[in-house]
């Protein structure tokens, strides 16, 4: 039975840094819980907006944009899932709870690194391959590729939920477990980092080839209107690439001490403070509202439209408020 416990705690610290001793209280904090609902309910909030902005108009179900959609439901589960279970956790202090709460959060992650690999690639191949991007990336080859994603995250989360569930007395089940964990863990920061260099050598691969484009632009001497043309083209394939970069750089910040962290945790290698946990558990939850910001101002027709609807929401509620000061008060009083 002591194992038991031992297995539990063993995999509640290493998913929120949980400890048994008085220094670990429960309870709900408003120094540190407030802030956190608050940025989870924005991610979610505008995860939704962006969603159902690109699913309404017919013009923005390109297939980059679907993309984006499946990238936007990763970050949305974040704020409407992921920061309640993690709220809850640290309130409640119950193992099983805080289980499912590290489970959610590492498939977040993987979900979003390989959500942000995807739009890499999708964006080479329109640079590097611009004459057959439209043979070679199709609605439907996307759609199996996003579908095939959720599928193996999801595969790959629900083992780890059997292996948390394989809870025995014995030594030697105990020593097993916990060396499923410690593979779970490398194997995660393995994708991770993996995906970060593929990231890198594409990003640089896009710069490099846009950088030759331009210099080529320069030698010819081009028409007025095929300058204009090629210029706007570039300009916008170089906000893609400053897109992708962006959202590669801010998420590798928010995420690689979260996955190193959780390593070093589960080899008993080295303990934060209660403060050091509690930045490295809470600021990855930035990366579900930063990246619809950045990809909306880098898709020049997403930011259009999302501009056009936000004038209009806020000119609607600067005019209500208007009528309203203008009704006169024997009006209101009659009423």
Request: a positive charge.
């Amino acid at each position: 039975m002591e194992n038991q416990k031992h297995n539990f705690s063993n995999l509640t610290e290493e998913a929120e840094g949980i400890k048994d001793d008085d220094s670990r209280l429960g309870g709900f904090q408003a120094a540190t819980d407030v802030p956190l609902l608050s940025i989870g309910l924005l991610s979610f909030l505008t995860n939704l907006f962006i969603i159902t902005t690109i699913l309404r108009r017919r013009n923005l179900r390109t297939t980059s944009n679907l993309i984006l959609v499946s990238l936007g439901i990763s970050d949305l589960l974040t704020g409407l899932v992921a920061v309640p279970l993690q709220i809850t956790c640290s309130v409640v202090l119950d193992r099983g709870l805080c289980i499912a709460t590290a489970i959610f959060t590492k498939f977040i992650s993987i979900s979003t690194i390989v959500h942000i690999s995807i739009i890499t690639v999708d964006w080479h191949i329109f640079i590097i391959h611009a004459l057959r991007y439209h043979v070679l990336v199709r609605k439907r080859y996307v759609l199996a590729t996003l579908f095939v994603v959720w599928l193996i995250n999801s595969g790959i989360a629900l083992v780890r939920l059997a292996w948390a569930l394989e809870i025995n007395v014995t030594e030697d089940e105990d020593d097993k477990l916990h060396n499923k964990e410690t593979q779970y863990n490398l194997f995660c920061l393995g994708i991770f980092c993996l995906l970060l260099m593929t990231n890198i050598i594409l990003d640089v691969n896009m710069l490099v080839v846009l950088g030759k484009q331009v210099n080529k632009i320069i030698k010819h001497n081009l028409t007025r209107e095929c300058l204009v043309h090629e210029n706007r083209m570039r300009s916008n394939q170089r906000r893609a690439v400053i897109m992708c970069v962006l959202m590669l750089v801010i998420n590798v910040i928010l995420w690689l001490p979260y996955f190193t962290y959780d390593l070093w945790q589960d080899q008993g290698a080295w303990v934060l403070s209660l403060e050091g946990e509690y930045v490295i558990l809470s600021v990855r939850v930035l990366s579900s509202l930063l990246n619809p910001i950045i990809y909306t101002i880098g898709q020049r027709t997403l930011r259009k439209v999302v501009v056009k609807k936000l004038r209009v929401a806020f000119a609607c509620k600067q005019s209500q408020e208007f009528k309203t000061e203008e009704i006169p008060l024997n009006e209101i009083t009659r009423n």
